[in-house]
T-cell receptor, first 112, second 112 residues
Framework: EAQVTQNPRYLITVTGKKLTVTCSQNMNHEYMSWYRQDPGLGLRQIYYSMNVEVTDKGDVPEGYKVSRKEKRNFPLILESPSPNQTSLYFC???????????FGSGTQLSVL | GDSVTQMEGPVTLSEEAFLTINCTYTATGYPSLFWYVQYPGEGLQLLLKATKADDKGSNKGFEATYRKETTSFHLEKGSVQVSDSAVYFCALSFSGTYKYIFGTGTRLKVLA
């Protein structure tokens, strides 16, 4: 089954404690991206990757890092989380530009 | 810059009522347009799309027509069901780029 898998689904942490949210897709998609969803703001893109070792900033990259060492994986790293990064995070992938996005189920992050 | 504007929610309807969710866009060029739906606790999934002016996308009783003259892509359904309760996102994307722009989402609640 074609899918994007994110882990964990829920995460509560404290300010400054490094964390990683994993994302994996099994569709051999070149393009992957991370979004955060906040009430009244919709989805905002954090980072995206067009292929292995190729990443670029989205609209709200501050405080986040990503890596793309393999085609299927695209982890999101928060080196020093802060409360304003409390949000619902989604990983997504697609085959080519302007095609539909496949989304993971989301990670609800709370930073205390 | 490019943007998508959706009507604010929440929209509350009785079962079998007619649904319209407005979406307008601003874009330099000719984007593809999408409607995504997010059911509670899940990631977004594609509902329908249209790739050029006057195209009509349809799926599960929902329809939207790409109107270039009014830069709109309004979502409609003739008779909503309780199971249609979800958040609906309008989005645009350009072929040849990796940019995807989402609206802020419109929450729909359908009462039995």
């Amino acid at each position: 089954e074609a899918q994007v898998t994110q882990n964990p689904r829920y995460l509560i942490t404290v300010t400054g404690k490094k964390l990683t949210v994993t994302c994996s897709q099994n569709m051999n998609h070149e393009y992957m991206s991370w979004y955060r969803q906040d009430p009244g703001l919709g989805l905002r893109q954090i980072y995206y990757s067009m292929n292995v070792e190729v990443t670029d900033k989205g609209d709200v990259p501050e405080g986040y890092k990503v890596s793309r060492k393999e085609k299927r994986n695209f982890p999101l790293i928060l080196e020093s989380p802060s409360p304003n990064q409390t949000s619902l995070y989604f990983c997504a992938s697609r085959r080519t530009a302007a095609e539909k996005l496949f989304f993971g189920s989301g990670t609800q992050l709370s930073v205390l | 810059g490019d943007s998508v504007t959706q009507m604010e929610g929440p929209v509350t309807l009785s079962e079998e009522a007619f649904l319209t969710i407005n979406c307008t866009y601003t874009a330099t060029g000719y984007p593809s347009l999408f409607w995504y739906v997010q059911y509670p606790g899940e990631g977004l999934q594609l509902l329908l799309k249209a790739t050029k002016a006057d195209d009509k996308g349809s799926n599960k009783g929902f329809e939207a027509t790409y109107r270039k003259e009014t830069t709109s892509f309004h979502l409609e359904k003739g008779s909503v069901q309780v199971s249609d309760s979800a958040v609906y996102f309008c989005a645009l994307s350009f072929s040849g780029t990796y940019k995807y722009i989402f609206g802020t989402g419109t929450r729909l609640k359908v009462l039995a």
